[in-house]
């Protein structure tokens, strides 16, 4: 007769653990060129997050020690009466980054997926804007949209119409602004796109081709379901990225005119370093960090939900 003994929990707490020590033994030293960047990262990436949060509830003082005053940053920003005006400029900003930036990069890429001859020039052509300082941007862009000798307004004056005001015009800066974005970033999403673009099968387009598929269908039926996921991940990034923006409207209207491109990042730097409330402008970071965060979350929600309807 066998005799067996019960098993107790320690058994599997024993077997689990030396399963882990196993498996970290494997790759102790994988793990040991880690640390560094991991606490690089750290320092740099999630010590100034833990750090902005914790002056969000203090009244910073940059010569003597700072004082704890709880929730009275926050409850200043809702008497804040900027803040109506940031969230409506993040809004105009996104959408017409959305209007005007969002199905370039994919027109680009398909009308390069799609030549026979000539790809790798255009592939130059459209990253090299991709390659120039935001700074050298805005200076070149400067004499683009000046209103008295522009080039933009020049080519008006040659159809008949008359040159406008771009930067200074309440209703043209912000997609003035956002042309400028669109053609310095665009060229990296193309690059993006025509990568996922080229793990398509080949013989799909010729099977298509050979069924008597026009390009058009062939763009419709093969092309965008491949770039779906591509896009979705893209459209959740570039929103994030126009409403955090700050260099282009900076540097080109300062927030104006008024404050008709005043965003809430550039809001932040003024009240950090033009008036040197530090515990303010952090709050006002930290509640930023939550809408998007929010925003990311509940749109992945939607795009999962999505995702399961179309496979059912």
């Known amino acids: 007769m066998k005799i067996t003994y019960p098993l107790h929990a320690t058994h599997f707490v024993d077997r689990s653990f030396s399963g882990l020590a196993y498996r970290l033994s494997r790759h102790i030293t994988g793990y040991l060129f880690l640390i560094p960047a991991i606490i690089v990262f750290g320092l740099v990436a999630w010590y100034p997050i833990v750090r902005a949060f914790q002056m969000s509830f203090q009244e910073v003082s940059l010569l003597g020690e700072s004082k704890n005053v709880g929730f009275e940053n926050y409850e200043l ?12 400029n993040s809004l105009e900003f996104a959408s017409w980054s959305i209007l005007l930036g969002y199905a370039v990069p994919v027109v680009v890429a398909i009308l390069v997926r799609e030549m026979r001859f000539g790809k790798g020039f255009f592939r130059i052509v459209y990253f090299l804007p991709s390659v120039v ?3 050298i941007a805005v200076i070149v862009w400067r004499f683009i949209y000046d209103p008295d000798a522009g080039v933009l307004n020049e080519l008006l004056k040659l159809f008949g119409i008359k040159g406008q005001l771009w930067l200074y015009d309440v209703k043209l800066a912000k997609p003035s602004i956002v042309a ?26 010729e099977a298509a081709e050979l069924d008597g598929a026009s390009p058009l269908m062939r763009i419709r039926h093969i092309t965008l379901p491949h770039l779906a996921p591509v896009m979705s991940l893209l459209f959740v990034i570039q929103i994030l990225a126009v409403v955090q923006v700050f260099t282009e409207p900076y540097l080109f209207t300062k927030g104006g005119p008024g404050r008709e491109t005043l965003t809430p990042v550039m809001h932040i730097y003024n009240r950090a370093f033009g008036r040197a409330d530090m515990g303010y402008a952090a709050a ?23 995702a399961a309807r179309q496979q059912n």
């Open 180 to 205: 400028v974005m669109t053609w310095g970033t665009f060229g990296t999403t193309t690059l993006i796109y025509l990568s996922s673009l080229l793990d398509i099968p080949t013989e799909l387009y």
């Open 284 to 306: 006002w970071s930290v509640v930023l960090v939550i809408i998007l965060m929010v925003f990311s979350s509940f749109y992945q929600l939607f795009n999962h939900r999505v």
């Open 133 to 135: 300082p935001v700074s």
């Open 77 to 88: 920003i809702e008497k804040d009466p900027a803040r109506k005006v940031l969230f409506e």
